[in-house]
């Protein structure tokens, strides 16, 4: 039992070195300039422990797209504790995470190289399971306190990420990111309040 246990932190331990390096490689050249032998070198690991935790170069990618994903949900989580107003909460988490699209690694991985290299598809469900659920509690929320009129949640829901998912990439891709940042967060916050009840 304590070989299977020490095997399975053994293994772990490989998982997460690799993670870490590749995240490292991905931010700084890109995806398509990451070769898999530069990570393997750099964790000190074989290519065959490479291959037994992932299935190729695009796999050990959606594994640190994952990591992030997971890292960012909870950066926004963090953004907005003790806040109780629904609307609210949405305003600042939104804020938090265009904060984080600054962040070069956040930008390459997360914006640039993630939709190209899953595809788009691929992308918007793994967003929506980090994202989607919280978006619709909060607009639900918002609705029984009477904060918004009420309306169909779920397809607001989807335009709401929709509208995230082109503020991100208006951050990703403008030669000034900073002022991209700050325009960005001018037209989601009015859009956010414009839900408001009441708001014409």
């Known amino acids: 039992m304590a070989v299977k246990s020490r095997q399975a932190e053994n293994s772990a331990t490989t998982r997460a070195a690799l ?98 290299v899953l595809g788009w598809e691929q992308y918007r469900q793994i967003d929506d399971e980090h994202y989607l659920a919280g978006v619709v509690a909060l607009l639900e929320a918002a609705v029984q306190s009477g904060a918004i009129s009420r309306q169909p949640v779920a397809p607001l829901a989807r335009i709401i990420m929709g509208a995230m998912h082109e503020a991100t990439m208006v951050v990703a891709h403008a030669p000034d990111q900073l002022k991209a940042r700050r325009e960005v967060s001018e037209v989601i916050t009015r859009l956010l309040n414009g839900l408001r009840a009441g708001k014409r």
């Open 19 to 116: 993670i870490k390096i590749a995240r490292k490689l991905f931010a700084e050249r890109g995806y398509a300039d990451t070769a898999t032998e530069e990570v393997v070198r750099r964790a000190r690991v074989t290519r065959g422990a490479l291959y037994h935790h992932f299935k190729d170069k695009q796999d050990l990618f959606k594994a640190v797209l994952l990591e992030e994903e997971k890292r960012l949900a909870e950066s926004t989580a963090l953004a907005v504790a003790g806040e109780t107003d629904p609307l609210n909460i949405m305003v600042k988490s939104t804020e938090a995470f265009l904060d984080e699209c600054l962040d070069p690694a956040v930008r390459q991985i997360v914006l640039i190289d993630a939709p190209a």
